[in-house]
């Protein structure tokens, strides 16, 4: 027992800290705005673990994060707007009044119950992406072939989404009063909206750690690089690849579900191609093979996009296009790669070999501290 924890005592150290940081450091430090802001830029890095498993070290290009996450986010914001028409006394939520509709729609009526909203958050997106997942990766569907696939289906989910009335149609759904019975004007519920979002990443980051770590991980890793060689030894690489995928859509939707009451508003331009391609971006920039890197790299680049579009409306698109293309092009390990760059050139300058050098880069660049 000794030796296991003095072997994961950075582990620990690392997660001290970073509880440390969200649990004390922020609210005491950030106004009420920005630790709001802070609390969406925490859902964004919550997805962004997804994905570092699905593509860092499944080697699966998921383009469409933006459909787990849009339905994980609609199925909070339905059951907040039942909740908050109950509170007026109306049998409809007030966008379904001036729309003219008399009678909620049968699919909203059983997320009046919070027990089947939280069941259908964590279960409908998971099941779907499971569905999805066996016939794609059961037909070999694969590398691009797949990331054009899903991003079809992000944009069949925003255009469906706008051309329904009963889900707010291009508007969205906003103007939340209640969160499970706590008013949301209320800034100590704001607060307690940030404190659940910061443990749902820890969670979702220690989970994801166990995982990649685990011979499940290392069986993941083995699919990316020599599929047919997992298959040769017994294995299904369809099937590894399937869980991956539907533990990615599962943290997808908890951020969504999450990212409804910390920002106050839903709508199909939150959940269609250009957010799923952002959820990338980030974790591209971060580093998407390594644990932390897509976490920070998604709330860096979420960070910087608020604050140059305050200045900069226009140059946003224009200075992201420019960062994704920098990092591909130069740094393929993303940001977290520099690092176990430099290094792998420190021990080659202290202890030179004549063989394995080029091995031995290869390893620390494609892995960087995975």
Known sequence: MKDYFSGHWKTYAGFAVAAVLLFGVAPSVLSD????????????????????????????LTLGQGVYFGLGAYIMAMHLKIADAEIRGDDVPDFMQIAGIRELPGYWKPFASPLVTILGILVVPTLIAVLLGLGVFKRKVKGAYFAILSQALAAAFAILLIGQQSTG????????????????????????????????LLVVVAITRQLMYSRYGELLVAVRDQEERVRFLGYDPANVKVVAYAIAALFASIAGALFVPIVGIISPADVGIVPSIAFLIGVAIGGRTTLLGPVLGAIAVAWAQTSLSENFPSGWTYA??????????????????????????????????????????????????S
């Open 320 to 369: 992201q296009g420019i960062l994704f293309i920098v990092v591909v092009g130069f740094f393929p390990a993303g940001l977290a790669g520099i690092g176990a760059a430099l290094k792998w050139r420190r021990k080659k300058s202290a202890d030179p070999s004549p063989t394995g050098d080029i091995d031995e880069h290869t390893d620390s660049t494609v892995g960087a501290s």
């Open 33 to 60: 705005f920005r630790l709001n802001l802070l609390g969406k830029f925490l859902c964004f890095g919550i997805v962004a673990v997804g994905i570092g498993l699905a593509w860092g070290r499944g080697g699966m």
């Open 169 to 200: 149609g291009s508007n969205g759904l906003n103007r939340f009063r209640s969160f499970f019975g706590l008013a949301l004007n209320d800034p100590v519920n704001r607060h307690l909206l940030f404190y659940i979002a910061s443990a749902a």
